[in-house]
């Protein structure tokens, strides 16, 4: 995050029914200028000037949590959960709940098996309540992250802990290559050979359901697991193919064309469901999207449009169009970033910073044509956490439509989970 946005970079979206045709598309830096976009637009022929537009409400942050200063334990963010009742921050010795009325303690769980926790998947399932954390059996630096915890977000219990195969456990292996949908935990392998690939546990019991393997070389690289779809991607006869998958019963997913991986940039998939693929490696945007792997990317994806983060916001249609978002507030300010919203629903939200150019965040949704409605301005408290390190990179931005959660994993040596409350 708040890395330049590059002209090299490619991106594919195939969203499933498969459009005509997937295009390949340059991103090119959005230099958007305005301030806030209209709520509605003067109508053809009307008489006298239109009224006015009701600016967007000011949401304060209804509590702010600090973690003990250089405190040892959860100082590092490994994942951030929002259930109905509680949201979840993960370190590396465990996971803490905090109460979404009020952020007092909720619960607090060690790392189950006594190790230190390498990643969580990047959310609950929506079904179940149920997410999962992959452990170490110990805290020795070479022990392999092979053990796998299904946790129940309401209670903080977990309801199992399985170990899993060594290919599926190196431990290089962050929550990139772990998720969870429709009842599953989907775990990728992390070895690049054939006879190895994804492997789905049932979330309430952690019983093996189903497995993929082929003889294609698997690259560990290309995966992501998002809405009901599994992508992989597999290396065959010198080309590489993302393949898509139901996540319950791991079947091919019917009338999806094989997206190509194959290029000098080694692309990597970006999300499951719509397909959205980013390519060259050298570029600014990859490496910002990448940086806490794949299945992590920082995209935020609507019915109609799917946006990417950074110093500006860059977005595309389902077809792979460019969309060019109009009226994205702080887009001249001095210091702008651009903060993807995770789990907002079916609309792409995004949070912008002006810092000090303009002194307050705003949360916008983005349209199909690229039109911006800031749905709030957030208090100056939160915005004083969104950039006043001048660093983007650290910050993290869930919600729901309810709540946005602003989580910082190091502010003045801190982790700090701010509440702002939408509905």
Request: hydrophobic residues 40%; negative net charge.
């Amino acid at each position: 995050m708040g890395a330049e946005l590059g002209v090299n970079v490619k991106l594919n979206v195939l969203r499933s029914p498969v459009p005509p045709a997937l295009i390949a598309i340059a991103v090119v830096a959005a230099s958007v200028a305005g301030t806030i976009a209209l709520t509605s637009e003067h109508a053809a022929g009307r008489a006298g000037a239109a009224a006015a537009p009701t600016p967007p409400p000011v949401r304060n942050a209804v509590w702010i949590v600090d973690g003990a200063h250089d405190a040892p334990a959860l100082s590092a963010l490994t994942g951030f959960w929002v259930g109905p009742d509680v949201v979840v921050r993960g370190a590396v010795d465990g996971l803490h709940a905090l109460k979404r009325s009020d952020g007092s303690d909720a619960w607090d769980l060690p790392t189950p098996s006594g190790g230190d926790i390498c990643g969580m998947s990047a959310g609950v399932d929506a079904g179940t309540g149920i997410g999962i954390i992959v452990s170490q059996g110990t805290r020795s630096s070479s022990a392999t992250c092979s053990s796998v915890s299904g946790v129940d977000v309401g209670s903080g219990k977990v309801l199992w802990t399985t170990p899993i195969p060594n290919s599926f456990g190196d431990p290089d292996a962050g929550a990139a290559d772990y998720g969870v949908a429709s009842g599953m935990a989907i775990i990728d392998s992390d070895r690049t050979a054939a006879e190895t690939g994804v492997l789905a546990l049932d979330l309430r019991t952690g019983i093996e359901k189903w497995k993929h393997t082929s003889d294609c070389e698997h690259r560990p690289a290309a995966f992501a697991v998002g809405g009901a779809r599994v992508v992989i991607g597999e290396a065959c006869q010198g080309t590489v193919a993302a393949r898509v998958f139901d996540a319950a019963t791991g079947s091919p997913v019917p009338n999806t064309a094989s997206l190509s991986l194959s290029g000098p940039g080694n692309p990597r998939v970006l999300s499951a469901d719509p397909v959205v693929v980013a390519g060259d490696a050298s570029n600014s945007l990859f490496a910002a999207l990448t940086t806490n792997g794949p299945s992590r990317a920082k995209v935020t994806v609507g019915k109609d449009v799917v946006c990417a983060g950074g110093r500006q916001a860059a977005c595309w249609s389902p077809a792979g169009a460019t969309v060019l978002p109009r009226g994205l507030p702080n887009a001249t300010a001095q210091h702008h970033d651009v903060y993807p919203v995770g789990g907002a629903g079916d609309a792409a939200r995004i949070v912008t910073t002006g810092v000090p150019g303009h002194t307050r965040a705003s949360l916008c949704r983005i349209a199909a044509d690229g039109k911006v409605v800031v749905e709030a301005d957030l208090s100056q408290p939160v915005s004083d956490y969104l950039g006043k390190s001048g660093t983007a990179g650290s910050y993290y931005v869930y919600g729901d439509a309810k709540d946005l959660y602003v989580v910082d994993p190091h502010p003045n040596g801190r982790t700090a989970v701010i509440d702002v409350r939408l509905g």
